[in-house]
């Protein structure tokens, strides 16, 4: 009886060492990784990000053991599609596109404008790349190339619980796809402009006013390109 109450107590005594040593560490770490990403996360939701905060966030690590590889990943991993999402809105947002169809622009660079379509199609290409990589960073296999190869299951499967709002989101990829599809369509509607007064480039001139047509069919055609920016 004795022996069987000493066996008990030897295997309650492990128990408590391994949830002592083990389980709690492991679930106060799961807490710290877990409160790390909802910091990050909440930076990159702002309107306006903070860069200096950002890069605070991305540059430190709170976590030890297997969780600090989930955690390296999944900042390196945010910093990347961040830097992406910035590129994107930088082409976007670009100021020279939009001073393109300007007096100024017409005066430099016209009758044949080759500077400026030259540009447009440059940054239609760069448009195009960054498509592309965001398809290709919000795709399974390269998400989980932030990890090192036989990763333990259970933290690829915890990493994975972080990146899940990002991987193969249907409705996201077609808000992306749709948003530069937008750009792109009005990119090729400045070039038709432009290249409906370089074949017309002996049928107007600048004046202090606008653009001066030889003829009124000419200038409604050009003020309905105009308007259906």
Known sequence: MKKRIAIIVTI???????????????????????????????????KEVNQEELDEIL??????????VVEDAYKRYSKDLYDIYKQVLAKISDEKIKQILTLETYKTDGPEFATSIAYIEQIKEEAKNLTNQYYEIVSDEKVLSYLPENFDDNYVNYYLGFTKNYVGDINQ???VQSSMDSIVGLWDKQIDILNFLKTNKKQWMVTD???????EELTNAFNEKIKNL
């Not at 006013?209 to 003829?215: H, P, R």
Request: charged share 25%.
């Open 173 to 175: 990829l077609s808000k």
């Open 12 to 46: 309650l005594l492990i128990l408590t060492i391994a949830i002592l040593v083990i389980i709690i560490p492991s679930l106060l770490q799961r807490e710290k990784l877990k409160q790390e990403a909802k910091a990050l996360d909440a930076v990159l939701s702002e």
């Open 209 to 215: 006013k606008g653009l001066s047509f030889a003829t």
């Open 59 to 68: 540059n430190r690590r709170v976590t030890k053991s297997g969780y600090v």
